[in-house]
């Protein structure tokens, strides 16, 4: 609940040019404190020295002065950034009801609750940082409810999905750690130490997979007894291959290379050997085989393998080689990519370092690797996944905050319109507020059928892609505003290549094109007569869908920011109150594409839409 300092507010009346100012939007509006406005200040605020003091104080009153100054605007709610220069941005939430000569402005200083969300964002963020960077995830594990909870590098860890809580059955640990009654034992001496255990386990992750584990738990006792463990888990999986690794080049160079001779050569490591100048000395069989001329020996040996690679590979062989021959007996890694015998391009990890004694002759370099291509090209997915996700997260997060206003101000609206009611004592009294009613429930529906719309763009995934007619969607659109067209002596010009279809959603594009075209023919000029062009090009798998007007335009120093933002419009009107915008950045982005908006007050719009061809 907020605190009543966090309320101002006032009452007009534009019949009796009456004003009842509440003295608390001095401290909110940091005007002078004992300064009290008339009517004419704030149907005026360009005239008034305390309200031009400030150029956001100037513009929430002169947004109110406009509101007052259109009685067909019965409610309006908007949030206003104040910056008086101090260390913080004030927040004030304007709520604006008329009913009739009568005009009720409620002002709420929201800065505390904004400032509150942001620090508490900015510690999850700063954790999940944290816990990413170190590749480390945070585990709770509750005995009296036998519940385990995760933080999300944990779950991602553990490859399981996000829930609130997991049963100790449903992890199966029992199961999947292969030395289980190690980790048991190593517990229960915690438990009754109670010291930290650290211990290194082995975890099936699924049918073929077996990572390494570093679990930490440390119980949590109360009252002598123990309510809870924490711990850390950490995937140790590739440290502990690279050590492993390490260690055996460590060792006897030559039993390494028969030890690599006899085993590798029926394994999917991949072994060869360069002299300093980049001529291949040896390779093993599966090396040959995917990179080779063939399964002797011979036949690729003495060859410069640099000249096999593309021109940054080699780049970077010739660095590990320099590197291996400063620092000899040390491991370098480096990360390659070379067409097979196939033509088909394969991305590899080596393990470089010298082999033979530097003191008697020249020594060798040695690289071991091994194919990485499904690994590289599923990352690069789970990398378009992620980017996916995180754009999801974003509008549905920018969707929240400004639903929250709107929802919060409806319900007001509904508990203030049935208070009133109570206080009727007449049936006919009562009716008078039925219609108030009326429209704030169809507010609330408004903002249950985009919240709806939204939902059902982001979550269905099987989309309908099916050739669209582009010249053939625009001329339907047309045939529809014709009627408009011809009464207002609109041009169209269309530029559309004849018979070249693309594949993608119709229903999106029908709604964004239809969108467009209604707001350029609403916001035409009265003076100039509108000239509409829409136009189509095709380049590289690619569609650029240009919109232009020459209708009153739009200051995007002003909305740059907004101007697809939800209930963010120039032209607010009862009808139109800025979802139609928000609404088409969301489909398009369902469909992988960008628009964006460039304009200038009173000299028209050319919105820019550039989609992916599927057929491409």
């Given at each position: ?54 150029n ?17 605007v ?19 939430h ?6 009739g ?12 609750f ?25 585990w ?22 996000p829930?609130?809580?997991f ?44 990572k ?34 390490l ?62 690679y ?5 780049v ?19 990360m390659l ?30 690289f ?8 590289q ?5 789970l ?8 754009l999801?997260?974003?509008q ?9 206003h ?40 408004e ?20 050739e ?43 709604f ?18 509108l ?21 009153k ?18 032209n ?8 139609g915008?928000?609404?088409s950045?969301m ?30």
């Open positions: 609940t907020s605190p009543v300092e966090d309320f101002g507010g006032f009452y007009a009346n534009t019949a009796t040019n009456e004003l009842h100012w509440n003295p608390e939007n001095n401290r909110m509006l940091k005007i002078k404190k004992d300064w009290t406005p008339k009517f004419y200040d704030l149907v005026n605020p360009i005239f008034s020295k305390q309200f031009k003091a400030n956001g104080v100037l513009k929430l009153i002169n947004d109110i002065k406009k509101l007052i100054d259109n009685p067909e019965s409610r309006h709610s908007k949030l206003y950034q104040l910056n008086f220069s101090l260390p913080k941005i004030h927040h004030i304007m709520i604006y009801h008329r009913s000569d009568e005009i009720f402005v409620v002002l709420k200083d929201e800065s505390k904004l400032d509150l969300e942001e620090q508490d964002n900015q510690k999850k963020t700063f954790i999940q940082e944290v816990e990413a960077l170190s590749g480390i995830g945070g709770q594990f509750e005995l009296a409810k036998q519940e385990f909870k995760f933080t999300g590098n944990a779950g991602k860890i553990l490859n399981i999905a829930k609130p809580a049963s100790f059955a449903s992890l199966q640990v029992d199961e999947r750690v292969k030395d289980y009654a190690e980790l048991k034992d190593g517990i229960k001496q915690a438990l009754e130490t109670k010291k930290m255990y650290s211990g290194d386990h082995e975890y099936v992750l699924d049918k073929s997979s077996l390494t584990f570093r679990i930490k738990a440390k119980p949590i006792f109360k009252n002598q007894r123990c309510e809870r463990l924490v711990g850390t888990i950490q995937d140790i999986t590739e440290d502990k291959a690279n050590l492993d690794m260690s055996l080049l460590s060792s006897d160079v030559q039993q390494q290379v028969d030890f690599y001779k006899s085993l590798v050569n029926n394994s999917h490591v991949f072994i060869f050997q360069l002299d300093p100048d980049g001529k291949l000395v040896y390779s093993n069989k599966q090396f040959r085989s995917v990179f080779g001329k063939g399964e002797l020996p011979d036949k690729d040996h003495n060859e410069n393998e640099l000249l096999k593309q021109p940054e590979n080699r970077k062989i010739q660095k590990v080689i320099q590197q291996c021959l400063q620092s000899p007996g040390s491991s370098f890694p480096i990519d070379r067409r097979d015998k196939s033509g088909k391009n394969r991305f590899t990890r080596w393990d470089c370092s010298t082999i033979g004694d530097i003191g008697i002759k020249t020594p060798g370099i040695l071991i690797g091994v194919d990485i291509t499904e690994l090209e599923s990352k690069e997915k990398v378009g996944l992620l980017d996916e996700i995180t999801h997260n974003e549905l997060v920018e969707l929240s905050q400004v639903l929250n709107n929802v919060r101000s409806q319900v007001a609206n509904l508990q203030g319109l049935l208070n009133l009611m109570r206080l009727m004592k007449t049936a006919e009294e009562k009716m008078e507020y039925f219609n108030y009613l009326d429209q704030t429930v169809e507010n609330l529906n903002i249950t059928a985009i919240v709806s719309s939204v939902l059902h763009i982001q979550n269905n995934k099987n989309l309908e892609y099916e669209v007619n582009l010249q053939e969607l625009v001329d339907s659109l047309i045939m529809e505003v014709i009627e408009d067209i011809l009464n207002h002596s609109i041009v169209v010009d269309i530029d559309i290549p004849a018979e070249k279809p693309i594949v993608s959603i119709k229903r999106y594009l029908d964004v094109l239809r969108e467009l075209i209604s707001n350029a023919i609403r916001f035409r000029k009265a003076s100039d007569p000239h509409l062009s829409i136009k189509v090009r095709q380049t590289q798998g690619k569609v650029n869908i240009t919109v232009e007007d020459n209708g335009g739009i200051d995007m120093a002003v909305y740059k920011d907004s101007i697809f933002k939800l209930y963010q419009t120039p607010a009107t009862p009808k139109h109150k800025g979802t915008l928000y609404l950045k489909r398009i982005q369902a469909l992988g594409g960008t628009i964006h908006l460039e304009s200038n007050a009173g000299q028209g719009s050319t919105f820019v839409i550039e989609l992916p061809d599927e057929k491409n």
